[in-house]
């Protein structure tokens, strides 16, 4: 008994001691008492770059932003207008969870980019998110696409313009501080765009419209990963408080793209 105690101590040794894999599966770092992570798969496909990842979080932290673990992160080009984004998102969605070595049957959240941005792809993500969450049981959790813009960002500055192309020559917008959003979302004009001090500005419309908007504030050159819509931006920003499915609500901003609510515009120069 005493000799298979220590070959049993002797292994669990040699265990801890070990150098860990990227690649496993993280260990409970937060005690029994708070419980197993939680996997979350986000997804947006708002922008013509269609954006998953796969993260661990503390079980029952959903609004702390904070200790949050990104697995893996894959980008694809949605390769047109239709259909492309379905076809990008499911396949990126599978490719992440093979690279963590993970199943969706282990996912507890999925947590979907609502927009604004194209209306067909962000229709796509909110579909694909539900049907995910039915098919396996995990919650549901929605972030602004312009939120997932701007984390990156709040890392170099802390004051950000977060710009998204919105066609037919319109910008969708909002400001962020450190303590998040400062206004609300508007869809304006470049030419007629208007803000005070000399924010970061970010976005792919910020790359597509810089003639108007650089005197506005700094704006990285077009190739900085700033500029792009990212799934890690999803995980580092959003409250991962649950949603019922009919509650997980696009944020198309503009008519005639869905029938909603143009909000009041801050935006415009008077």
Do not use: Q
């Not at 197993?36 to 708002?46: E, N, T, Y």
């Not at 998953?52 to 980008?75: H, M, P, Y």
């Not at 020559?169 to 208007?194: H, K, N, Q």
């Not at 970010?202 to 597509?208: C, L």
């Amino acid at each position: 008994m005493g000799r298979a105690r220590a070959r049993r101590a002797e292994a669990a040794d040699r265990r801890r001691a070990r150098p860990r894999d990227p690649w496993d599966p993280p260990r409970n770092r937060y005690g029994s008492g708070r419980g197993a992570p939680v996997l979350i798969l986000a997804l947006d496909a708002s922008t013509p770059v269609t954006t998953v990842a796969l993260a661990r979080a503390e079980a029952g932290a959903d609004a702390e932003t904070d200790d949050r673990e990104v697995l893996v992160e894959i980008s694809v080009s949605a390769g047109g207008p239709s259909g492309g984004a379905s076809e990008a998102l499911l396949t990126a969605v599978h490719a992440a969870l093979g690279f963590a070595g993970e199943d969706l049957s282990s996912v507890g959240r999925v947590l979907c980019g609502v927009g604004p941005g194209t209306f067909t792809g962000i229709r796509i993500a909110a579909a694909t998110a539900r049907a995910l969450s039915f098919g396996t049981g995990a919650a549901l959790a929605g972030n602004s696409t312009l939120d997932a813009l701007a984390a990156p960002a709040l890392s170099c500055s802390g004051d950000v313009l977060a710009v998204i192309d919105a066609k037919r020559g319109e910008i969708f917008v909002r400001r962020f501080s450190a303590d998040g959003p400062t206004t609300g979302i508007g869809c304006v004009r470049p030419e007629e765009l208007s803000v005070e001090g000399s924010p970061l500005i970010v976005g792919d419309g910020a790359v597509r419209y810089r003639g108007a908007l650089e005197g506005l504030g700094s704006i990285p050159p077009d190739g900085s990963p700033l500029h792009r819509v990212s799934a890690i931006g999803h995980v580092i920003s959003a409250d991962l408080t649950p949603v019922a499915a009919p509650d997980l609500v696009p944020i198309y901003v503009r008519e005639p793209d869905a029938e909603v609510r143009r909000d009041l515009n801050p935006w415009g120069r008077s």
